[in-house]
């Protein structure tokens, strides 16, 4: 593959970087915190790229050639000979570069959502230690009387909470629907890095507000208040803790589909 | 276009890659060809995005373009960093700053691993150059296995993944230390340069001298494009493998040791996670025995379906087929060697 190939590939690659920094997409496949260095990937692609194609066309040009002044599309157009050893025999693999920029711009894939879901089988973000505080959990803000939590919070302090800091309260989580062959879940699917190491969190419905749910596909998005049946979260189950649903309502997806 | 000497081919174009010296009229090079394939893609773009319908599919291209998006930074702090070493770093300094003798180096070479913070990606195109600065190959080899997994990200990474089990973090930074130095050392004694492509090896060629940062930037693109591809091709088999490898796999393995440390190390293999988040995952796998966990988390960073592609793309096949396998062995036995005093056996 020729350098000018090469760079255009770096271009388009960075520039599908920056791309979806900018859309605000990135947060489709990595965690937010990782902004910056999605940016930084993204300049620096282009930055190269444009450097060496730079430098080509100077090279062209103090090129002494009987026949100056074009540059058609045959002229390999950089110092001539300059890095072609290193490139050979690599030359193919260099077309890979393509299918992310092609991923990226043009299909642009979702977020994971139920069919990632229901793909972990019994992973859960619930480990078999018991995470540091013996148990006792920072207490829930009581100024409101509903208590808008994450999954991951309901489901962790539905498992290790000894303080009881969810008995009786009203909450509120966003997620998506997920219906399965024998049950009802909302979910969201937590990250580390990238959507690679997704695990996901969920909930069991039930109560009133159950037979809702029909009225909501599998993947779209619901903001469900109810109430946490104590000590329902064990490990026969899978750790999914079950929720007494009071009311459900559709909701836009968030900006940022993942927990963390 | 209107040339007069429309047959006359560059000079470069035949000696530089072998091909006949043709008219640039017959000639369709790779910018026509990228171009040609960004037209079809863009006329094509429904039936592309049309793929998507299918959930495994839509689940596998997510994973794909998350794994670029998130290992693509990584590699190019690498490819800065090879470039650095390449531009700035003579190669005296380097035989001053390691032992002589490439057995003591190769413990200082995992050592050294700690120094740099960094995803499995990024260690690979710093491992060549170094070789290419002079460093001997075992003690590159050690660096590249040791800088993704004892690095202090990591770590931290695993404490808080193991809340209440330090002897966890104690344990993957033993063992993962111990496969480096012992495939250094192997590597030293069986290890044959012939396996590592030439081109891997060529000493940084004389004609590059100019400006420094002319250097950095000329050694940046190329690290960049040549291990780009193999990135691509390994975040490909990762999201494939990610999709297809069934959930029952990691269910019922609860108590059995051999069988669990079989399928753990065969998961890091294909899911090739990023070592900074691996831990998280294998924490979130129930009822799995640590000593096992802990086999995934050391081959994990050693050898992966995304490692084994970049390390063939730098290193050439010969290399990659023989030092896959043996690291993928010689890490699980560290692995059981460190775990099971430490952790336990069930």
Known sequence: MRRETQNVLLILLGGALLKISWNETYLRYVRASLLPLVVFAGVAMILVAALAIARDISAHRNRPEPVGGHSHDGAPGGPSDDGHDHEHGSGRSTWMLLVPVLAI??????????????????????????????????????????AELQITDVVMRTVWDRSGTLDGRTVRVTGFVVHDADAVHVARVRIMCCAADAVPVKLRIEGPALAEFADHETDSWVEVTGEVVPDSATAANGHVPTFVSESVRAVEPPSDPYEY | MTTGTPERADPSEGTG????????????????????????????QDALVGVLDNPAVRTGATVFVAVCVQAFPFLLLGVIVSGLIVAYVPESALRRALPGNSAAAVPVAGAAGLALPGCECASVPVARRLM??????????????????????????????????????????????????????????????????????????????GPRWRVLVETVRQDLVEAGGFLV???LAAAVLNVAVPAEWMDSLGGQLALAVVVMALLAVVLALCSEADAFVV????????????????????????LIALQSGTFGRAFAARFAPATFVVAVVCALAVGVPLLGAS
């Open chain 1, 105 to 146: 711009l043009l299909v642009a894939p979702p977020a994971l959502g139920a069919d990632s879901v229901q793909r972990a089988g019994s992973r859960s973000i619930v480990s078999d230690e018991e995470p540091a505080g013996g148990g006792l959990f920072q207490p829930i803000d009581a100024s409101d009387e509903v």
């Open chain 2, 17 to 44: 890659r072998g091909v006949e010296p043709r008219g640039w009229r017959s000639r369709i090079g790779s910018l026509e060809v990228l171009c040609l394939l960004l037209v079809l893609a863009v006329v094509f």
């Open chain 2, 132 to 209: 290419q600065r002079g460093v001997a190959p075992a003690v590159a080899l050690t660096f590249l296995l040791a800088a993704p997994a004892v690095n202090p990200i990591v770590l931290v990474a695993t404490a808080i993944a193991f809340p209440g089990q330090p002897a966890m973090v104690v344990a993957r930074f033993v063992a993962s230390l111990l496969t480096a130095v012992v495939m250094g050392w192997l590597w030293l004694r069986l290890g044959r340069t012939e396996w590592i492509a030439e081109r891997a090896l060529r000493r940084v060629r004389a004609d590059r001298t």
């Open chain 2, 233 to 235: 091709l390994g975040g």
């Open chain 2, 283 to 306: 924490a979130s796998l129930p009822g799995i025995p640590l000593t096992a966990k802990l086999v995934f988390l050391v081959v994990g960073p050693a050898v992966d379906v995304k």
